[in-house]
């Protein structure tokens, strides 16, 4: 009895393998389209992350996300104490070195040159009235020689009078200008603690909250076109070469599930990704969706070459990428085309009435 069962079940496991059927097909013409993958997000035309020059604390906000903002608008205000006690010492120098503050030191030494200009022009008199006696023999010559000596010493306080004048004047001139550099650059500094959008765009996002420090490392928000979106696309190395400015691209989106949207490549990055092995591409859409957000992550496909009528297989269908299966089991070589996900075109080797099985796993 035993036997029997197991000798049943050994001719119907023969019958199930025998009406078991080979999968099979037959090459078809159709269109065929190769193309390069490629992931990557959407981002808004001039995107930029918004960073602070300083350290500091935010003091204050001026916007809030959502709001759309002017080129050199301010965003945030850091607070420094030490900055501002700084502009304010460098604003009491330059009023302090301004020429109006120094005017009772030059009207002194004004005061000091009118007198040596009396001085000497007495002693210029004196003088001349000394040889004028002495012509006449009256005096003596030596008290010619005194007023000569004293005319020479009051020229002398005269010029130097003069001199400390224009020492002055030169040194007030360059503490003035000295002074107001030095509160240009500290007001130039305080304004650096005013932070201020690069673009004319919308605020997507604010990394920072009033309190927060920050410091030129970290972004404190995000800045970019209101209504203009572009793709920003990784191509691996190995096919970046294929790829060309103007090439058409097919983008679908988790965001819109079941859609294709139509996009061109506007951009190469010439420089590889050293770590990921791969390139940069920008894209812009042929129609844009109507709502799109920042960092939305999408999946495309750059078509890099279209036929509208190739003889193809299915790709699973070739074996070791260059034979196919004849309906007499007989491998045969076959020379291909282009390729996509699903099917690979054959340009040599297979005709519309062959029929050609599936490899088996």
Request: some cysteine; proline content about 2%; aromatic content about 6%.
């Amino acid at each position: 009895m035993t036997k029997f069962i197991v000798h049943l079940a050994f001719l119907l496991l023969l019958m199930v393998s025998c009406n078991k059927k080979q999968e099979q097909t037959k090459p078809i013409e159709e269109k065929i389209t190769a193309s390069v993958y490629a992931s990557g997000m959407i981002k808004t035309l001039n995107q930029y992350q918004v960073f602070s020059t300083v350290n500091g604390l935010v003091a204050e906000k001026f916007i809030t996300e959502g709001d759309i903002v002017k080129k050199g608008s301010p965003l945030l205000r850091i607070s420094n104490s030490t900055v501002q006690l700084n502009e304010d010492n460098a604003k009491i120098s330059a009023d302090y070195a301004l020429m109006q503050s120094n005017l009772e030191k030059l009207n002194e030494l004004q005061t000091n040159i009118d007198l040596a200009q009396a001085k000497m022009d007495n002693d210029a008199l004196l003088l001349q009235r000394q040889k004028n006696l002495w012509k006449e023999q009256i005096g003596t010559q030596n008290e010619v020689e005194q007023r000569e000596l004293a005319l020479k010493s009051s020229s002398g306080t005269y010029e130097a009078a003069k001199l400390k004048y224009k020492q002055l004047q030169k040194q007030i001139n360059f503490q003035e200008k000295q002074s107001q550099k030095t509160l240009q650059i500290s007001r130039n500094i305080v304004g650096d603690y005013i932070v201020k959008s690069e673009v004319d765009g919308k605020v997507y996002n604010i990394l920072k909250e009033k309190g927060e420090m920050v410091n030129a490392q970290t972004a404190i928000a995000l800045i970019g076109n209101a209504n203009t979106f572009l793709l920003e696309l990784q191509v691996d190395e190995y096919d970046i070469a294929k790829v060309k400015i103007g090439q058409k691209i097919l983008i679908t989106m988790d965001s819109y599930k079941g859609k294709v949207f139509d996009a061109i490549v506007a951009k190469i990055n010439p420089l590889m990704n050293e770590r990921s092995k791969s390139f940069t591409i920008e894209a812009t859409f042929v129609k844009q969706p109507e709502a799109l957000y920042p960092n939305l992550t999408c999946e495309a496909n750059i078509l890099i070459q279209e036929k509208e009528k190739a003889l193809t297989i299915p790709r699973n269908y070739l074996l070791n990428g260059d034979s196919v299966i004849l309906s007499n089991k007989e491998k045969k070589k076959v020379t291909t085309g282009l390729k996509d996900y699903q099917k690979v075109e054959i340009i040599s080797g297979l005709s519309v009435n062959d029929i050609i099985y599936k490899p088996a796993p």
